[in-house]
């Protein structure tokens, strides 16, 4: 089967660190990425990683290590704007995208 | 922008009728998908087309069909709408050396 775990929600303040994890078991593996949603829009692109290690964007970093199923989203010098859905999806070998149930971040002042 | 619309954005429609949402694109991708979006569960896949003419199922494809009789447009028909087929419509396209997909904006659905 195909299962893809991360958090409900989460709470972090203005200007800090905040990881989002995300566990995956899918038969197959071609990568996985992350998207944001902001409220009532589409999820739009934020990383991918098909190798182990951590890739990084800007104040967003992507980790993936395969042998273990896991993934996290790392984002650094939280803005308010950053307060959104994060979504975990997977590529299995297959032409489709699984995704996660999605993390909800509120940022705080 | 992206180079995929959706349309409605908004519909309300009432238990029993026929309802056909619209995905069209100008990227000459090969692959569409429909998926729903709920509370709770995520994205989920409802029906994919991999090209003119071929179209598969998803996770969540029962009450629901496609057609794709041209590269630019992707049709959701819901046969018989039902209350629990209210729900936000997301259309993503995915093509050669894409980053995972590009997403419309969505259709809000409701049935009353």
């Known amino acids: ?30 990568g996985l990425f992350w998207y944001q949603q902001h409220a009532g829009e589409a999820p739009t692109f934020l990383s991918y990683n098909v190798l182990d290690g951590l890739e990084e964007k800007g104040r967003f970093s992507s980790f993936l290590s395969r042998s273990k199923g896991y993934s996290y989203l790392l984002l650094k010098e939280l803005q308010m704007k950053d307060s959104a859905s994060y ?17 909800r971040l509120q940022v705080f002042p | 922008d992206a180079g995929i619309t959706q349309s409605p954005r908004h519909k309300v429609t009432e238990t029993g009728t026929p309802v056909t949402l619209r995905c069209h694109q100008t990227e000459n991708h090969r692959y569409m998908y429909w998926y729903r979006q709920d509370p709770g569960h995520g994205l989920r896949l409802i029906h994919y087309s991999y090209g003119v003419k071929d179209t598969d199922k998803g996770e969540v494809s029962d009450g ?9 447009d992707f049709l959701l028909t819901l046969e018989s709408a039902t209350s629990s087929q209210t729900s936000v419509y997301f259309c993503a396209i995915s093509g050669p050396g894409d980053y995972g997909y590009t997403f419309g904006s969505g259709t809000r659905l409701t049935v009353v």
């Open chain 2, 64 to 72: 629901y069909s496609v057609s794709r009789s041209k590269t630019e």
């Open chain 1, 87 to 103: 979504l975990c999806a997977v590529h299995p070998n297959t032409d489709k995208l699984i995704f996660g149930t999605g993390t």
């Open chain 1, 1 to 30: 089967g195909q299962n893809i775990d991360q958090p409900t929600e989460m709470t972090a303040t203005e200007g800090a660190i905040v990881q989002i994890n995300c566990t995956y078991q899918t038969s197959g593996f071609n």
